[in-house]
């Protein structure tokens, strides 16, 4: 079964400063999907990035990169210049290539961003 | 309205009473899916439904009943619920695997409180 674990419950950044949140997982499948996705307090949560697992580069948007290493099976997102509007709980997920559109969550890392 | 919508936002309900949430995706996608969401826990697949048929059932009690009449709505049932029940229920929407889709649109979720 796949697993994906968020090992911070918590972290903090200064504004305009750099974090990294990290995600592991466990699978035996070669190709897969793996998305980060973030909830602000509002609740709606929204898809940050996506990486394919075939794929050797990785995956950036904007001030959202990641740091890939499928060996590792490790998945951490970098935040780059963080912005107030980062704030939020971040959640590493999985999905398998084909079949279904199952997606496995990790607990979540809750970050928060200091003026 | 734009995007996946979910009503109520909060509920409150004794373990006798009947209730219902409700979603509602404006994306044009086929396949629709609900999660619950608990404290310090990985979200938890509940049903999945592809093109108004359930392709998924994650062992969830039979005091969960889900219904899909078509592809753009997709309601839970709620009836004799436990207090370990209460959590915030997420919907979400997609295209179909079979269609390429792979990723998830969330709605703002229905903070459920079981008394």
């Known amino acids: 079964a796949q697993t994906v674990t968020q090992s911070q419950p918590e972290m903090s950044v200064q504004e305009a400063e750099t974090v990294t949140l990290s995600c592991t997982y466990d699978?035996?499948?070669?190709?897969?999907?793996l998305f980060w996705y973030k909830q602000p307090p509002s609740r709606q949560m929204i898809l940050v990035i996506r990486?394919?697992?075939?794929?050797?580069q990785n995956a950036t948007e904007n001030r959202f990169s990641v740091n890939f290493q499928k060996a590792a099976k490790s998945f951490s997102l970098k935040i780059s210049d963080s912005q107030l509007g980062d704030a939020a709980m971040y959640f590493c997920?999985?999905?398998?290539?084909?079949?279904?559109?199952?997606?496995?969550f990790g607990t979540g890392t809750r970050l928060t961003v200091i003026p | 309205e734009t995007g996946v919508t979910q009503t109520p936002r909060h509920l409150v309900m004794g373990m006798t009473n009947k209730k219902s949430l409700k979603c509602e995706q404006h994306?044009?996608?086929?396949?629709m899916y609900w999660y619950k969401q608990s404290a310090k826990k990985p979200l938890e697949l509940m049903f999945v439904?592809?093109?108004?048929?359930?392709?998924e059932n994650n062992s969830v009690p039979s005091r969960f009943s889900p219904e899909c009449p078509n592809s753009s709505h997709l309601f839970l049932h709620l009836h004799t619920l436990q207090p370990e029940d209460s959590a915030l229920y997420l919907c979400?929407?997609?295209?179909?695997?079979?269609?390429?889709?792979?990723?998830?649109?969330f709605g703002p979720g229905t903070r459920l409180t079981v008394t």
């Open positions: 994306l044009g996608h086929n396949a």
């Open positions: 990486q394919e697992a075939y794929k050797q």
């Open positions: 699978t035996s499948e070669s190709d897969y999907y």
């Open positions: 439904y592809n093109f108004k048929e359930q392709t």
């Open positions: 997920a999985y999905r398998r290539l084909t079949g279904a559109n199952n997606l496995f």
């Open positions: 979400a929407s997609s295209q179909s695997p079979g269609t390429g889709g792979y990723e998830q649109y």
